[in-house]
């Protein structure tokens, strides 16, 4: 009798484990010791991905014994790069921000610092900060885009200066990506932004893909400089799709490109770009050591944190 009640318990004991695996997994993980790293990107379908492939080795050398993750807050891309994937028969996949944070608490993680690398505190910084405020299960400290505060704004400014051109030399203009509704805190710093550069130089210029600080304005300033010379300084993470197309592309049916409008006018046009093994790259500021390494001394403080 007893040992048809053990052999009954046992039988028990084993279909309550079978039934309740996740359970039994939340009890019997090891958890880890260190907080993860979540990289947070817009991300880009183009081939300026090797923009993070340099800052993932930038952040590798600086917090060596993290574990750094990837998450990209663009469902559009997470598509078409997935597509891509799929069809090269390819076994990685672009996660979303969710996505990564699940997969950390499923492996033992306790805590997470999530990065983004967005430039102005605008919708998608919004949304990040929507979804590590609340996600169950894993404690989440949550960094600051780049120009979230004012001596940040100026120190980029600083570090970009660098490719500008000279007064004598010609006129620049930096472009951004700016939002499209009004009532986005990032309306703010694009204006005080622009304010910044008018005050500091003379032939620098900000201009927006959309939003309140507009193409028409840059344009139109770059106009009217005396050296007929424009240089395009990227002022977003990437310079991918928007950079190469709506930029520095070939004029279409639909679009005229920012250089073909000044090209039109009589003023030659160049984009800042780089040399990658051997390869030309647009230079995004995640090309700068100096821009990655704002965004490594906000991980910093995000894992003293944790």
């Not at 699940?102 to 998608?124: C, D, K, M, S, W």
Request: net charge negative.
């Amino acid at each position: 009798m007893r040992g048809f009640m053990a052999a009954a318990t046992t039988m028990l004991l084993i279909a309550f484990v079978s039934t309740s695996a996740s359970g039994a997994q939340t009890m019997t993980r090891t958890h880890k010791d260190r907080p993860a790293i979540v990289l947070t990107a817009f991300g880009t379908s183009t081939k300026a991905k090797v923009t993070y492939d340099a800052f993932e080795r930038q952040v590798k050398e600086a917090l060596p014994d993290y574990e750094i993750r990837w998450a990209f807050t663009s469902e559009v891309i997470r598509e078409i790069v997935n597509r891509r994937l799929e069809k090269s028969g390819a076994s990685e996949r672009l996660l979303s921000l969710q996505q990564v944070l699940a997969n950390l608490q499923a492996e033992g993680y306790t805590r997470a610092a999530v990065q983004p690398l967005h430039i102005f505190p605008g919708e998608e910084y919004e949304e990040v900060l929507s979804i590590t405020g609340v996600f169950p299960g894993i404690t989440v400290a949550t960094g600051e885009t780049l120009l979230q505060r004012w001596e940040k704004m100026h120190e980029v400014v600083e570090i970009i200066s660098a490719d500008f051109l000279a007064p004598g030399e010609g006129c620049n203009v930096v472009v951004s990506h700016g939002t499209p509704t009004t009532n986005t805190a990032s309306n703010m710093a694009y204006m005080g932004l622009d304010r910044y550069l008018k005050v500091k130089y003379q032939n620098v210029f900000l201009g927006g893909v959309e939003g309140v600080i507009t193409r028409e304005e840059a344009l139109g300033a770059a106009k009217g400089c005396a050296v007929k010379r424009v240089r395009f300084i990227p002022l977003m993470f990437v310079a991918g799709d928007h950079i190469m197309n709506d930029i520095a592309g070939e004029a279409s049916a639909d679009d005229t490109p920012w250089s073909v409008e000044l090209e039109d006018a009589g003023i030659s046009t160049e984009t800042t770009t780089l040399e990658v093994e051997g390869k030309t790259f647009y230079k995004g500021l995640g090309f700068f050591p100096e821009v990655n390494k704002v965004f490594i001394d906000s991980i910093k403080h995000i894992l003293e944190e944790l």
